[in-house]
Nanobody
Framework: QVQLVESGGGLVQAGGSLRLSCAASGRTFSTYAIGWFREAQGKEREFVAAINWSGGTTAYADSVKGRFAISGDNEKNTVYLQMNNLKPEDTAIYYC???????????????????WGQGTQVTVSS
């Protein structure tokens, strides 16, 4: 089992930045893929970014490419999502998730991930 806890969400003005953290316990990330997803009110959960822990391959949604960056700290067993130049349309609950098998490019489908955190709210005001 893997337990995930997200933090770092909050209220920020458009153009601002936030850094989300996803701390894992139970097992290490060593062979996993870790993804960030978001769910805006009334919309389906969508892919934001992901990283294969072994090798560091990353993937981003087109809507966040160039503004968001995913990274990890092996010693802290924590994955980060640095979000810059935030826009009101980035407002959502952000979730991190773990996929136990990380092969090839990081997966983008929520159903392909095995463990989920509780989410952290990000609100961007205009």
């Amino acid at each position: 089992q893997v337990q995930l806890v997200e933090s770092g969400g909050g209220l920020v003005q458009a153009g601002g930045s936030l850094r989300l953290s996803c701390a894992a316990s139970g097992r290490t990330f060593s062979t996993y893929a870790i993804g960030w997803f978001r769910e805006a009110q009334g919309k389906e959960r969508e892919f934001v970014a992901a990283i294969n822990w072994s090798g560091g391959t990353t993937a981003y949604a087109d809507s966040v490419k160039g503004r968001f960056a995913i990274s990890g700290d092996n010693e802290k067993n924590t994955v980060y999502l640095q979000m810059n130049n935030l826009k009101p349309e980035d407002t959502a609950i952000y979730y991190c998730a773990v996929r136990r098998i990380a092969l090839g490019s990081p997966r983008r489908g929520p159903r392909e991930y095995d463990y989920w955190g509780q989410g952290t709210q990000v609100t961007v005001s205009s």
